[in-house]
């Protein structure tokens, strides 16, 4: 079956613009999660949807990024005025939790570079 | 603070040469430790989930151990097919599915 799409795969951007990435999670999956893999570095939780609950924004690193989930499916990270410091490979997964459940699907990912 | 930290940072092997990588994490009641791989250019693959010391799950060539400190990745005889990028993670105590993780392991397993 699909796994978890997201796009674009590839995004070139100037200092200052805003950037809009999707994802689309695995069809039934509750729970969605984005995170960010910087080079070297471990991969940063960013934020956290799980139906129809607030989503846990804790670690989103400023108000200049933003999520949203719409009809509890496709979600999209909008990243405000970006800086050199956003370039990254966010990563989106997907779960559908339960007791011992907690595998997560990942996406390929989309790679950002802030010229 | 809660911390997964992963060694070595790279390891080269020789095909059939077997070895292991090592996971230490710190964190207030473990709820679950994972293993993930990860090809580039593609987001991580999940591997397995130990959740208690002692606890140990096998899949081909990897075997994964778990005590209360620290997790290894044991790999044994293993292929080029076996390179890639192994990151290790803990679920964050506060009660849901966010993972800590740790910055990974790259394996390059030589013919």
């Known amino acids: 079956g699909a796994g978890v799409s997201q796009s674009p795969s590839n995004k070139v951007t100037e200092k200052g613009k805003d950037v809009e990435l999707r994802c689309d999670p695995i069809?039934?999956?509750?729970?969605l999660y984005w995170y960010r893999q910087s080079l070297g570095q471990g991969l940063e939780f960013l934020i956290y949807?799980?139906?129809?609950?607030?989503?846990?924004k804790s670690g989103l690193p400023s108000d200049r990024f933003s999520a949203e989930r719409t009809g509890g499916s496709v979600s999209t990270l909008t990243i405000q005025r970006t800086q050199q410091e956003d370039s990254a490979v966010y990563l989106c997964a997907s779960s559908s939790p339960g007791f011992r459940n907690e595998k997560l699907f990942f996406g390929s990912g989309t790679q950002l570079s802030v010229l | 603070e809660d911390q997964v930290t992963q060694s070595p940072e790279a390891l080269r092997l020789q095909e059939g040469e077997s070895s292991s990588l090592n996971c230490s994490y710190t964190v207030s009641g473990l709820r679950g430790l994972f293993w993930y791989r990860q090809d580039p250019g593609k987001g991580p693959e999940f591997l397995f989930t130990l959740y208690s010391a002692g606890e140990e799950k096998e899949k081909e060539r990897l075997k994964a151990t778990l005590t209360k400190k620290e997790s290894f990745l044991h790999i044994t005889a293993p292929k080029p097919e076996d390179s890639a990028t192994y990151l290790c993670a803990v679920q964050d105590p506060g009660g849901y599915n966010k993972l800590i993780f740790g910055a990974g392991t790259r394996l390059a397993v030589h013919p």
């Open positions: 949807f799980q139906g129809n609950s607030a989503p846990d």
């Open positions: 069809s039934g999956h509750t729970a």
